[in-house]
């Protein structure tokens, strides 16, 4: 399982360099990685950091994972490190009155008959991760409602997920319900699932796997 390695910080200034950073966080290392971006921040601009040093870092992991050279349980310590960052950014622009909303509205639900959401819960960690404002409506969630939600909150992206075959209908019912109803493009995802079938029931998108809805998510919104 490959690396990058990350020396041990023993002075008492922490090293403001990209590289530690990004490998913080291909390690997992949640709270070195906040430590970095609390350094960082002291003379860096919050978006040159995302962009720049944590966006990267969470590609990388990406790669890795679709190249299993990075496992599951890493990509997840990853996930987390740079949620890590990415909160330690966040209060220091809510501290300092700058912190808006991305726009970049996701909305994503497991559907109606399905109590399955693992899959989707990771999902919503890596969206989040590239910061995407991702609103979760759980699971067996109704058409109806996942079709309210998307018109309530303007959501230009919906992530639908089903791991059984016996709930597949109510994923084509509710694609049919946002098509009919508003703009938003469908992914969908889930192991009963192929490119072939996802197309079969209307849906915009197919993704293979968490990385594969980020993938979506940039092209959706122009990232």
């Known amino acids: 399982m490959e690396y990058i390695a990350a020396a041990k910080d023993t002075s008492p200034a922490v090293t403001k360099t990209e590289g530690d950073l990004k490998a ?64 330690c950014i966040k209060a220091d622009m809510l501290k300092k009155g700058t912190a808006k909303k991305s726009g970049d509205t996701i909305l994503i639900a497991t559907v109606e008959g399905d109590v399955h959401d693992i899959g989707k819960n990771i999902v919503k960690v890596l969206l989040e991760n590239y910061g995407f404002e991702v609103i979760d409506l759980g699971k067996d969630v109704k058409c109806e409602t996942v079709l309210e939600k998307t018109k309530e909150t303007g959501a230009r992206l919906v992530g639908l997920s089903a791991l059984m075959t016996t709930t597949v209908p109510s994923m084509e019912k509710t694609i049919r319900l946002i098509h009919t109803h508003t703009s938003a493009k469908v992914m969908v995802g889930g192991a009963v699932l192929t490119p072939s079938y996802a197309k079969s029931i209307d849906a915009d998108f197919y993704a293979k796997d968490a990385m594969g809805g980020v993938k979506i998510a940039k092209e959706v919104f122009g990232k």
Request: charged share 25%; net charge negative; proline share 5%.
């Open 24 to 87: 913080d966080i291909l390690n997992g290392l949640k709270e070195d990685a906040a430590l970095k971006t609390a350094a960082l921040l002291q003379d860096t601009d919050p978006m040159e950091i995302i962009n720049a040093h944590i966006i990267p870092a969470l590609d990388e992991a990406g790669k890795r994972f679709e190249q299993k050279t990075l496992f599951l349980p890493q990509l997840l310590m990853s996930a987390d490190a740079a949620k890590a960052a990415f909160e």
